[in-house]
């Protein structure tokens, strides 16, 4: 574990950063948080790009007790980082290889298939409302004929997949987790898509075109009923709430 580290989560509201203060928590690894807000085109602001030139966020900037300093961005990366030097009792990291491997298969998948489709969805629904006076309606029916075609068949794919391995676990294992029988990094990572973006916002959800959520994947309405009262994610909101005092208008 590496000793005296000094870390800074920069923290953008509305975004995939809570996970990395979740995890932090979980790990109760000491941090710093220094917050962003995203302007009225929910854009991240310019002082991100100071820290990063992409100015993404989650990016964690972690200081060595001899003041060497490293910048490390995307949440997957982010959390196999941590998970790799935060993490020596294996609270979050199976000790078995096989799950150890699952994991890491989660860390890319949802960042690399499954959010794509979402922020997509999103972008749709964004460029629906955007798009200037007069031809909106035909921006709807384009943006709609794509999302019906290829976007939400694959999120809809997406949530099957999800849905039968936590029914495969629960069957097998008798586990609620993604991975082995325990919180890992894989329910930490698919949090925000599966959570944040689609049954705690069901309004947004339902207008993507999402059929009823609970009927049609019941594992994962149970699995995010169980991480939402998991004590180190609500302690994670909570260290952040005066900062999610208003959300953009998208």
């Given at each position: 574990?590496s000793?005296?580290?000094?870390?800074?989560v920069?923290?953008?509201?509305?975004?995939?950063?809570?996970?990395?203060?979740?995890l932090l928590?979980e790990?109760?690894?000491?941090?710093e948080i220094k917050?962003?807000?995203?302007?009225?085109?929910?854009?991240?602001p310019?002082?991100?790009?100071?820290v990063?030139?992409?100015g993404k966020?989650p990016?964690?900037e972690?200081?060595?007790p001899d003041?060497?300093?490293?910048?490390i961005?995307?949440?997957?990366?982010?959390i196999?980082?941590?998970?790799?030097?935060?993490?020596?009792?294996h609270?979050?990291t199976?000790q078995?290889?096989?799950?150890?491997?699952?994991?890491d298969?989660?860390?890319h998948y949802?960042e690399g298939t499954?959010?794509?489709n979402?922020?997509a969805?999103?972008?749709?629904s964004?460029a629906k409302?955007?798009a200037p006076f007069?031809?909106?309606?035909?921006m709807g029916?384009l943006?709609?004929?794509?999302?019906?075609?290829?976007y939400?068949?694959?999120t809809?794919?997406n949530?099957d997949f999800?849905?039968?391995?936590?029914?495969k676990?629960k069957?097998t294992?008798?586990?609620d987790?993604?991975?082995?029988t325990?919180l890992?990094?894989?329910?930490i990572?698919l949090s925000?898509p599966v959570?944040?973006n689609?049954?705690?916002s069901?309004a947004?959800a339902?207008t993507?075109?999402?059929?009823?959520?609970?009927?049609?994947?019941?594992?994962l309405s149970r699995?995010?009923a169980?991480i939402?009262?998991?004590?180190?994610f609500?302690?994670?909101?909570?260290l952040?709430a005066e900062?999610e005092t208003?959300?953009p208008?998208i």
């Open positions: 574990m000793q005296g580290d000094k870390i800074t920069h923290w953008l509201n509305y975004s995939r950063s809570q996970r990395i203060i979740w928590e790990l109760n690894v000491p941090f917050a962003y807000a995203r302007d009225k085109d929910f854009r991240a310019k002082a991100l790009e100071k990063h030139p992409l966020s990016l964690i972690v200081t060595k003041g060497e300093t490293q910048v961005a995307e949440t997957g990366h982010i196999s980082y941590i998970l790799e030097h935060y993490d020596p009792n609270i979050l199976p078995n290889q096989r799950e150890k491997q699952e994991v298969y989660f860390l949802s499954l959010q794509p979402l922020v969805l999103l972008v749709h964004f409302k955007k007069g031809t909106r309606f035909l029916l943006v709609k004929g794509i999302d019906d075609q290829f939400l068949p694959e809809i794919k949530l999800l849905d039968g391995i936590l029914a676990q069957a294992k008798n586990s987790f993604f991975v082995g325990h890992t990094g894989a329910d990572i925000f959570l944040t689609i049954f705690a069901r947004s339902r993507m075109g999402l059929p009823d959520f609970d009927q049609t994947w019941p594992n699995w995010c169980l939402e009262k998991e004590p180190k609500v302690k994670a909101h909570e952040v900062y208003s959300k208008n």
